[in-house]
């Protein structure tokens, strides 16, 4: 398992020098997409969600959702209407304390705020804005729901005295609701399925074949700022560890511990009722336990203007009432855009149980994918 692991990640640290260095410019930005610009780092695109005296919230096209202090941005583009609340009149003496605009950019300097939009700029103290907020179109709700999703084809090819090939397939939905929001109306649903099928040959031995199936739910309500409540569901079908089904359910806590323009990080700790049954003449476990979990991505660079993107999850589930019983599992993940749309996925997953004296079992694998994201849609 660990060398198999140090090579893997050799591999990821190899091919991103292979890559070519990041455009300057994004030339094929679509127009109406606002813009942010932090002082370190790469501009990123997107939309923008929401603003206060203190931070910036903007949903980025690769999908996360970043939070920068106006200190940590240079400038703010917004391509659609917004509306700005403040404490006071907004420019000279008997202006009105809201101002409409029809695009506007936002600067942050020496603890004010210059806003230029319709052809005027006005400038206001930090302490002053109330809020900056997209304005909702006619007729529509304050409320707002985002989709997103993405589609993997992968596959790996090993020969020599023992052959291996490996095809599979996953499919990712995640609904944001309310993602500026600060307490239960920001919510959070994900679904994953997974499926794999390899083939595995050897000179002189029948060839075997293996099937593994994973599927997760998750669903997510905010309770203050990052603080999240959840409720999570999974099954797993693995015949190369002869477990025919391992099912979960249960729920926790959990946080974003951090986020900025590169890098997120977040944990949870979910209580789960865990149940194990198996294919061979090993008794079906059933047991309660904590799985708790950290997941990482980092932003390397940018490839024509599109993140090239590490990440890695580890999780860890500990068992209350069966003496011994543990499970561990790893993924590592390198994303590498091709367009804004599709990219190349490396991936190494390992999955370890040890449920009971005599029920040890390990399953590893490395795979090669291609990912369409589909376009999000409101």
Excluded: C
């Amino acid at each position: 398992m660990i060398r198999r692991l140090h090579s893997t990640l050799l591999l990821l640290v190899i091919l991103p020098s292979a890559l070519p260095p990041p455009r300057a410019g994004r030339e094929d930005a679509v127009d109406d997409a606002d813009v942010l610009t932090p002082e370190k780092g790469h501009a990123l695109f997107g939309t923008f969600r929401a603003a206060t005296n203190q931070q910036v919230t903007f949903e980025t096209d690769a999908g996360p959702t970043v939070t920068l202090k106006w200190s940590e941005v240079k400038e703010l583009d917004v391509k659609h209407k917004a509306t700005v609340i403040g404490k006071k009149p907004l420019g000279s003496t008997g202006s009105p304390k809201s101002l409409n605009l029809e695009a506007a950019t936002i600067k942050a300097e020496q603890g004010s705020l210059l806003i230029n939009g319709d052809g005027n700029t006005i400038t206001v103290a930090q302490s002053d804005i109330v809020s900056i907020s997209p304005k909702a179109a006619e007729g529509t709700a304050k409320r707002s729901a985002v989709w997103r999703g993405s589609v993997t084809g992968k596959g790996s090819l090993t020969e020599g005295t023992q052959s291996q090939q490996t095809l599979g397939a996953q499919v990712y939905i995640r609904r944001t609701q309310n993602a500026e929001a600060a307490d239960w109306q920001h919510q959070v649903t994900t679904l994953i399925l997974e499926a794999n099928n390899s083939l595995l040959s050897q000179v002189g031995t029948p060839s075997i074949r293996i099937d593994s199936y994973d599927g997760t739910f998750n669903h997510q309500v905010y309770l203050w700022k990052s603080f999240y409540a959840d409720v999570m569901a999974a099954g797993y079908h693995n015949s190369s560890l002869n477990l025919y089904l391992e099912q979960a359910y249960g729920g926790g806590i959990g946080k974003n511990v951090y986020k900025d323009d590169r890098n997120t990080l977040s944990a949870s700790a979910d209580f789960l009722h865990i149940g194990e049954h198996f294919t061979v003449s090993v008794p079906s476990v059933e047991f309660t336990g904590v799985l708790l979990r950290e997941d990482y991505a980092y932003t390397i660079t940018y490839v024509r203007d599109n993140p090239l993107t590490f990440a890695e999850s580890l999780s860890y589930t500990p068992a209350f009432d069966l003496k011994n019983a543990w499970q561990l599992r790893g993924i590592v993940t390198l994303s590498i855009p091709m367009t804004k749309t599709f990219s190349t996925t490396v991936s190494y997953f390992d999955d370890y149980m040890e449920n009971a004296p005599k029920v040890r079992k390990n399953f590893s694998t490395t795979s090669l994918g291609i990912t369409y994201t589909l376009p999000s849609h409101k």
